[in-house]
């Protein structure tokens, strides 16, 4: 059974900095992308950042890019997402998604597997 599990989350004030994990198991994703989304209260869930298998290339959300780094260790079959210079509204709960059906690595719907999700809360 395939299971995606993240932690690292928790309450940080403005400014500061998390980073989270997301340990896969059931099968390896080596050769997968992996990608972070978030969501609000009240709001849509949304792509935060992914990275191919090789770690090559990664991509990320306007809103982040610059603050939150994505990267992976596939002997570890784990990818993180270090999320610097926090702000109120990175406020979310944040999802660990992995093989994509297709290049749309943005789109939450092309994605297989997801985790639980882990809280990430900005105090102002």
């Known amino acids: 059974q395939v299971q995606l599990v993240e932690s690292g989350g928790g309450l940080v004030q403005a400014g500061g900095s998390l980073r989270l994990s997301c340990a896969a198991s059931?099968?390896?994703?080596?050769?997968?992308?992996m990608g972070w989304f978030r969501q609000a209260p009240g709001k849509e869930r949304e792509f935060v950042a992914a990275?191919?298998?090789?770690?090559?290339?990664?991509f990320y959300a306007d809103s982040v890019k610059g603050r939150f780094t994505i990267s992976r260790d596939n002997a570890e079959n784990t990818v993180y997402l270090q999320m610097n210079s926090l702000k109120p509204e990175d406020t979310a709960v944040y999802y660990c998604?992995?093989?994509?059906?297709?290049?749309?690595?943005?789109?939450?719907?092309?994605?297989?597997?997801w985790g639980q999700g882990t809280q990430v809360t900005v105090s102002s």
């Open positions: 998604a992995a093989d994509p059906r297709s290049t749309s690595f943005s789109t939450y719907s092309e994605y297989h597997y």
């Open positions: 059931g099968r390896t994703f080596s050769r997968s992308v």
């Open positions: 990275i191919t298998w090789s770690a090559f290339r990664t």
